[in-house]
């Protein structure tokens, strides 16, 4: 059965600095996906990572794939206030996509 | 396209009723699935369908009931409510989920007393 441990939980960021959380799974999963969610609201596809060793960027965020770790890194580069929202990772289990989700990841961008 | 809709979006409910959260989209998308979210658990799979007719179990599906008679709409029925329902309920759909994940709709906050 496939788990999803993301961290931090907490991330209390300063404008302009750099950041890595970080998604471990525990068994194979053929994709991984990032979302964002504001509070109170649903939640925003950020990226889908397909296979191994894929990167995909968006502004400040560059999330990577390691399967052969089950790890997948969602990078912040010189963090704006917009960014403060909490990001989840998600897995797939087994066939028809099955999404299963880590706790997600409280950031909070500060100046 | 209005994407994905979830009615209603606050709901109050006494222990041991029941009741339907709705879920319709108009994308034509084959696959939905519903979760619930609750503070520090992420979000969790009640259930979830590939198409008309077919649905099957989630990671937490005791105490849900789903059937999925037409590509668009996708209801999740409580068959009586306890206070470990109390959770934010989101539906999402995907014509693609291998590639491009799923749609989520706004949600449905729902608290049993």
């Known amino acids: 059965e496939l788990k999803v441990e993301q961290n931090p939980l907490f991330l209390s960021m300063q404008e302009g600095k750099n950041y890595t959380i970080y998604c471990n799974y525990s068994?194979?999963?053929?994709?991984l996906y990032w979302y964002r969610q504001d509070p109170g609201k649903s939640l925003e596809s950020l990226f889908v990572l397909l296979s191994n060793g894929a990167v995909k960027q968006e502004g400040r965020l560059m999330a990577s794939l390691d399967t052969k770790a089950r790890l997948s890194t969602l990078h912040i580069t010189a963090a704006v206030h917009d960014l403060s929202a909490t990001y989840f990772c998600?897995?797939?289990?087994?066939?028809?996509?099955?999404?299963?989700f880590g706790a997600g990841t409280r950031l909070a961008v500060h100046p | 396209n209005a994407g994905v809709t979830q009615t209603p979006k606050f709901q109050v409910l006494k222990t041991g009723q029941s009741m339907t959260l709705q879920c319709a989209q108009d994308?034509?998308?084959?696959?939905m699935s519903w979760y619930r979210q609750d503070p520090g658990m992420g979000l969790r799979l009640i259930h979830y369908s590939v198409g008309a007719g077919i649905t099957d179990q989630g990671e937490v599906p005791n105490g849900y009931n789903v059937s999925r008679s037409t590509t668009e709409d996708f209801p999740l029925r409580l068959l009586s409510a306890a206070p470990s329902q109390t959770s934010v309920y989101f539906c999402a759909s995907s014509y693609d989920p291998d590639n491009y994940g799923y749609t989520f709709g706004s949600g449905t906050r729902l608290t049993v007393v």
């Open positions: 068994t194979t999963s053929d994709r």
């Open positions: 998600a897995g797939n289990s087994g066939g028809y996509n099955k999404l299963i």
């Open positions: 994308m034509n998308h084959e696959y």
